[in-house]
């Protein structure tokens, strides 16, 4: 079980496009879901908390406007990165929490290159 | 500001060998994650420490938590070469399970035949 799935898995998109990426929780409902983001060779660094039914929170540094984050239902959130350029290309992972455990369980991760 | 820092950062080891990653944060917290990550891949966990003293043992790999030092490590004994990967150690900011983590700039581990 609290299997997290990311669609696409993969994307590749001209600059100036938007792109949506869905984080789904498979088999747990998940009030709290989180956005990561992963550049080439280093670690991962939270972007945002996607709470379902309200607005996400964004980490200092990160522009709400540019990453659209939208938590319509416990077991989806969705990021939209808006007008992508090429410094957006990145490895984006979304975890979710089971309420009932003590773990993050995270996506297979969404490589996002911009051209 | 929570800061977690993991040593050391790059680690070629022969097969046979033990070895230990130590993991450091700045600020309180109640729970402590390691995971696993391979070439293109995303994170799988290993390990999850919620008390001081906790110790988890999975295969080859062993974790352990002291709170009070604030300090994590993960032992490797016997290292084959199947465990070469990046190990992140993280920790959880605030004290709810509505909290993002806070990761190491992570361990990437190579062992050799």
């Known amino acids: 079980g609290a299997v997290v799935s990311q669609h696409p898995s993969r994307v590749i998109c001209k600059s100036g496009t938007s792109v949506k990426i869905e984080c789904r929780s498979l088999?747990?409902?998940?009030?709290?879901m989180f956005w990561y983001r992963q550049f080439p060779k280093q670690s991962l660094m939270l972007m945002a908390t996607s709470n379902e039914g309200s607005k996400a929170t964004y980490e200092q540094g990160v522009e709400k406007d540019k990453f659209l984050i939208n938590h319509a239902s416990l077991t989806l959130s969705t990021l939209t990165v808006t007008s992508a350029h090429p410094e957006d290309s990145s490895f984006y992972i979304c975890s979710a929490s089971p309420s009932t455990r003590n773990e993050q369980f995270f996506g297979p991760g969404t490589r996002l290159t911009v051209l | 500001e929570l800061k977690v820092e993991q040593n050391p950062l790059f680690l070629s080891m022969q097969e046979g060998k033990n070895y230990t990653i130590y993991c450091n944060y700045s600020?309180?917290?109640?729970?402590l994650y390691w995971y696993r990550q391979d070439p293109g891949k995303s994170l799988e966990s290993l390990f999850v420490?919620?008390?001081?003293?906790a110790v988890k043992q999975e295969g080859r790999l062993m974790a352990s938590l002291d709170t009070k030092a604030r300090l994590s490590t993960l032992h490797i004994t016997a290292a084959v070469h199947d465990l070469s990967a990046t190990y992140f150690c993280a920790v959880v900011r605030g004290g709810g399970g509505a909290d993002g983590l806070t990761f190491g700039k992570g361990t990437h581990l190579i062992i050799q035949p």
């Open positions: 088999d747990f409902q998940a009030t709290t």
């Open positions: 600020t309180t917290s109640d729970r």
């Open positions: 420490l919620l008390s001081n003293g």
